[in-house]
């Protein structure tokens, strides 16, 4: 079983601070999203990288295939990031490539 | 381009009743998947259709079923609900696998009591 570990669980910075969300887990797979969800429910796919970096604006994910590891950057951290954010790896065990979720990390930008 | 939509947006019903979710993908999308989202579970796959067949499913009971039409769209459908089914449901289309970039609908909030 496919365990996605995120931390922190809860993240409160101040608007201008550089923010890190790490994302764990435990075999191997074909790729990995970073996503966003508001309060309401809405998602959106920030990101889908399965080796190296990936930049949009103030946004960095990357990945680190053999440590099993993803970050998600946030540079000058604003209130409008506060969101919760959830790392999901796609499992390419056998043939299937279904979504495997992390808990979610909630952000709070305070101005 | 229009997005991923999802109806009905909100929905209320009592156990032991069944329900059914629509959702139209992004034109020329091929793949739905379903995901079901609650405070205590987080996100949780339920299945993946592409090209009117169902390719993937996650560990949920078989009360959870799921189909698509020619033209993608899909339905989901649970049958004698229970108080645990309460959630968010969500669908998200891609060109293809769930390898290729999500594009996520609104979600349908499903209570039941």
């Known amino acids: 079983k496919n365990e996605v570990e995120q931390s922190p669980q809860n993240l409160t910075a101040q608007e201008g601070e550089f923010i890190t969300i790490n994302c764990s887990y435990s075999?191997?797979?074909?790729?990995l999203h970073w996503l966003q969800q508001h309060p309401g429910g809405g998602i959106v796919s920030l990101f889908m990288l399965s080796s190296g970096k990936k930049k949009h604006g103030r946004l960095i994910a990357t990945i680190n295939i053999q440590e099993k590891h993803s970050s998600l950057h946030i540079t000058a951290s604003h209130p409008r990031d506060s969101a919760v954010y959830i790392c999901a790896v796609i499992d390419s065990g056998g043939s299937n490539y279904k979504l495997t979720f992390g808990k979610g990390t909630l952000l709070t930008v305070n101005p | 381009k229009a997005g991923v939509t999802q109806t009905p947006r909100y929905l209320i019903k009592t156990r032991g009743q069944q329900v059914t979710l629509s959702c139209s993908p992004i034109s020329g999308h091929r793949s739905v998947s379903w995901y079901q989202q609650t405070p205590g579970q987080g996100l949780q796959f339920l299945f993946e259709?592409?090209?009117?067949?169902?390719?993937n499913k996650g560990n949920f009971p078989g009360r959870f079923s799921g189909r698509q039409f020619s033209n993608s769209r899909s339905e989901m459908n649970v049958s004698t609900l229970e108080l645990g089914d309460s959630a968010l449901y969500l669908c998200a289309s891609s060109l293809d696998r769930t390898y290729y970039e999500q594009y996520f609908g609104p979600g349908t909030r499903l209570t039941v009591t």
């Open positions: 075999v191997g797979i074909s790729a």
């Open positions: 259709y592409f090209s009117e067949t169902q390719r």
